[in-house]
């Protein structure tokens, strides 16, 4: 049974506007918590973190959010750009080990 | 800096047949890992080794041993390759075993 779960496999925003893509867990030992992209044909790579004391966490473009009631985090990008279609994942860390979601295909639309 | 690197990129096997999968990463980094990717299951951990010398099992170990050679490589091999091994292999490393893995290009696998 999987962990943390990307409900939304895939989602299409048009360019400039906001893209949220969500990200439910259900181990509330988690503490720590990643997002990574991935382009075909490549590895993921690292895009922004968050720690399980923060509700917020924002780089650039990107912020994730945590709400730890709902076991819930996103990520919102704005504005979007076309260079961020891409496959998303979430990670979430317990003790040593990441568990990641199933990913998010955005596709930005230029 | 090559970061992680892995080889091979495709392989196509038979059933029943072997094969390594290499990977290296030159950040001197402590942890090392190996993920399978399949369609609507992201990724799964495989083994890891979280420093030199010792490796432990991840969620789907089954069918895989791994060795870590030093502290730059860390290999994936398959003793007896079966169909439902057919899948995109990652190799990752971090500094440690709690911080951010980087990840290498991965290999295509495809067992017939």
């Known amino acids: 049974d999987q962990q943390v779960k990307q409900n939304s496999p895939s989602l299409s925003v048009q360019e400039g506007r906001i893209s949220i893509l969500n990200c439910d867990y259900t181990?509330?030992?988690?503490?720590?918590f990643l997002w990574y992209k991935k382009y075909p044909a490549e590895g993921p790579t690292f895009l922004i973190s968050?720690?399980?004391?923060?509700d917020k966490n924002e780089d650039g473009r990107f912020t994730v959010f945590l709400n730890k009631s709902a076991k819930h985090l996103s990520l919102h990008i704005v504005p979007s750009q076309p260079g961020d279609s891409a496959v998303y994942f979430c990670a979430a860390l317990d003790f040593n080990k990441f568990y990641f979601g199933s990913g998010t295909k955005l596709n930005v639309k230029p | 800096n090559a970061g992680v690197t892995q080889t091979p990129k495709f392989q196509v096997l038979k059933t029943g047949q072997s094969m390594t999968l290499q990977c290296a990463q030159d950040m001197n980094h402590n942890s090392m890992y190996w993920y399978r990717q399949d369609p609507g299951m992201g990724l799964r951990l495989i083994y890891y080794s979280a420093s030199e010398g010792t490796t432990d099992k991840g969620e789907v170990p089954n069918g895989y041993n791994v060795s870590r050679l030093n502290k730059r490589e860390f290999s994936l091999r398959l003793e007896s390759a079966a169909p439902s091994q057919t899948s995109v292999y990652f190799c990752?490393?971090?500094?440690?075993?709690?911080?951010?893995?980087?990840f290498g290009p991965g290999t295509r696998l495809t067992v017939l």
């Open positions: 181990n509330s030992m988690f503490d720590y």
């Open positions: 968050i720690s399980s004391i923060k």
């Open positions: 990752a490393s971090s500094k440690g075993a709690t911080d951010t893995q980087y």
